[in-house]
């Protein structure tokens, strides 16, 4: 009785290792990962995509690599090229390459994102900022964003890893340097308007010169047409209803003498 009671025990104590160890064969990769076989301790270069992969228990590991589009946001510091202190806050999107996602476990790890993409980040960070004044970092800012992209790809994709995307959130520089950017703007701002103010006047000028030249103009026509008038009414008030008989010497009728009459 006792000896039925052990080997019960002993025979469900192998059935639990055995069926821990079947379950424990197969590692479920899902989509946007692959698999990393690691078997004691050594990579294998064999990698695993998606699906149900076969491992053997407890001497081979399955480590799971994401392949996805990740986003990782860093704060950097740099100094401009006018040696003005620059605050950045960078959004950066990259993911591992599937086909080298092994080789870049074997020669960096897990952590490559603090061993590799990170201070890849800060250097070139710092080596583009360098090229530009603290003014020209705002106003070329998707330049500047390029050219990063162009230096944190050159010095990662040698472990396998692709910058998708690479964006400046925030620049952030000094409180010396912000008042003296918000005294330039203030200042271009009361340029301006003084130009307008200006170009306002001047057209007012020329309105004015013009109403007053037709205003000269309408009066001219005025005086015109009132010593048209009083000719006239001279004339007709002096005229008896016949012709005169009397020409001058030259044969040519002066009617300014005929009204002076």
């Keep these: 009785m006792e000896g039925n009671k052990k080997r019960i025990i002993i025979a469900t104590v192998v059935g639990i290792v055995l069926l821990s160890c079947f379950v424990g064969s ?54 401009s090229k006018d040696m003005q202190d620059v605050k950045l806050r960078l959004a950066i999107n990259y993911k591992v390459g599937a086909d080298k996602a092994t080789e870049l476990y074997k020669t960096v790890g897990e ?35 390029k050219k990063c992209i162009e230096m944190l790809q050159g010095k990662i994709e040698k472990y396998g890893l692709q910058v998708e995307d690479f964006n400046i959130t925030n620049f952030d520089f000094s409180q010396e340097f912000n ?24 057209v007012e000028a020329e309105r004015r010169i013009v109403e007053a030249e037709a205003e000269k103009k309408v009066n001219e026509m005025k005086q015109q047409s009132l010593t048209d008038n009083v000719i006239k009414e001279k004339f007709i008030a002096k005229w008896d209803g016949s012709l005169p008989t009397v020409v001058g010497g030259n044969g040519i009728f002066n009617i300014n003498d005929f009204l002076q009459q």
């Design 26 to 79: 197969f590692r479920v990769i899902n989509s946007g990962e692959v698999g990393i076989r690691v078997r004691l301790g050594k990579v294998i270069s064999t990698q695993m995509n998606e699906g149900i992969n076969f491992k053997i228990p407890l001497v081979e590991k399955i480590v799971k690599m994401n392949i996805r589009v990740q986003k990782v946001e860093v704060e950097a510091s740099s100094a």
């Design 111 to 145: 952590k490559y994102k603090d061993i590799v993409l990170q201070p890849a980040i800060q250097e070139s960070v710092k080596a583009v900022t360098s090229q530009y004044t603290a003014e020209e970092l705002i106003t070329n800012r998707s330049e500047v964003s």
């Design 179 to 202: 008042k003296a950017i918000e005294e330039k703007q203030v200042a271009e701002q009361k340029v301006l308007t003084a130009k307008q103010e200006l170009e306002k006047s001047k």
